[in-house]
């Protein structure tokens, strides 16, 4: 049973250009959330995402972040223009939904985003 | 500051020894959670105390909430130098896992 799967796992960006990062969830979860963290801090949460909706975006900058979770496919967190302090890990993690979540988070491995 | 602020910051003990991390919080919650993060990885979930528990036990692990104090406290028993790692509380406020993160303590265990 794989985990939460990401990626790419490390991404390196010129300012201005865009960067898209991906995660699968485990098998038989529907729901996702993204976390972003900066070195030496903590996870600070950005948007939660069932299949087809955003259930909760309060910590999504409000320009040049976007996220969707389709139908299909994996869901995919976009950064457009990026800049220098875009620069940090993004975390996706999973929780079981057909009986709402239970609490504990799946984290994947991250994708660690550089921007030059 | 931020909820779930977690102290000390750093802690270096020698395997064997007890190893306890606190983590304090401002508002309310539905439950709190610990996770652990080996450097460069994803977290690991580890426990998971609801707000109208007061202590809960997990092999070496043992969790306690003061929710009172907005307070909570993570001690692992009989370290092993494997248990070196990141350790963050995060208090759920929803009860839909939208967790809010301390900065973690860092856990270093010599052999």
């Known amino acids: 049973n794989a985990g939460v799967m990401q990626n790419p796992r490390h991404l390196v960006r010129r300012r201005g250009q865009e960067a898209r990062l991906r995660c699968s969830p485990m098998k038989g979860h529907s729901h996702v959330y993204w976390y972003r963290q900066l070195p030496e801090e903590g996870l600070k949460f950005m948007v939660y995402?069932?299949?087809?909706?955003?259930?909760?975006e309060s910590g999504m900058p409000k320009e040049r972040f976007s996220a969707e979770f389709p139908k299909e496919g994996p869901s995919i967190l976009r950064i457009q223009q990026v800049v220098r302090g875009d620069s940090a890990a993004y975390f996706c993690?999973?929780?079981?939904?057909?009986?709402?979540?239970?609490?504990?988070?799946?984290f994947g491995e991250g994708s660690r985003l550089t921007v030059l | 500051s931020q909820q779930g602020e977690e102290d000390p910051q750093a802690l270096s003990i020698q395997e064997g020894e007890n190893a306890t991390m606190n983590c304090s919080y401002k508002?309310?919650?539905?439950?709190l959670q610990w996770y652990r993060q080996n450097s460069g990885r994803g977290l690991v979930h580890l426990i998971l105390?609801?707000?109208?528990?007061r202590e809960k036990h997990s092999g070496r692990l043992r969790v306690t909430l003061d929710t009172s104090k907005k307070s909570s406290s993570l001690l692992i028993t009989a370290s092993r130098a494997a248990d070196t790692a990141s350790y963050f509380c995060?208090?759920?406020?929803?009860?839909?896992?939208?967790?809010?993160f301390g900065k973690g303590t860092m856990l270093l265990v010599s052999p």
């Open positions: 508002t309310s919650i539905n439950n």
């Open positions: 105390i609801r707000s109208n528990e």
């Open positions: 995402l069932q299949k087809e909706n955003i259930i909760d």
């Open positions: 993690a999973s929780s079981p939904g057909d009986t709402g979540p239970t609490g504990e988070l799946f």
């Open positions: 995060a208090t759920d406020k929803s009860g839909y896992s939208t967790l809010t």
